[in-house]
């Protein structure tokens, strides 16, 4: 991927949900909505303060994050879909 997020922006990729069937019935994809979970794959410098000096950023590439329904920017990258989003959308971080 040749993408660097810059500042407090992180880029992730969502984590699909494995299919379920309820009583034999199959949902559509266009349907489904999409999965509020991913992982995370590039990460910023950090959050610039008011006196110039860097916040460091918490997240760190390979975090699996959750994030609301209607965080960050979808983008597509070599044919693969990603989202850029600030650091403090992210709603917390799953236990490995």
């Given amino acids: 991927m040749n993408i660097r997020p810059l500042h407090d922006r992180i880029v992730v990729k969502r984590i699909e949900e494995k299919e379920t069937v309820m009583n034999g019935i199959i949902i559509p994809d266009s349907a489904k909505e999409k999965p509020q979970e991913g992982e995370v794959v590039a990460v910023g410098n950090g959050k610039r303060l008011d006196d110039g000096k ?29 989202m850029i989003m600030r650091e403090d959308e992210v709603l917390g971080v799953l236990a490995k």
């Fill in 54 to 82: 860097i916040a460091p950023m918490e997240l760190k590439a390979g975090d699996r994050i959750l994030f609301g329904k209607y965080s960050g920017s979808e983008i597509k990258v070599d044919g693969i879909e990603y």
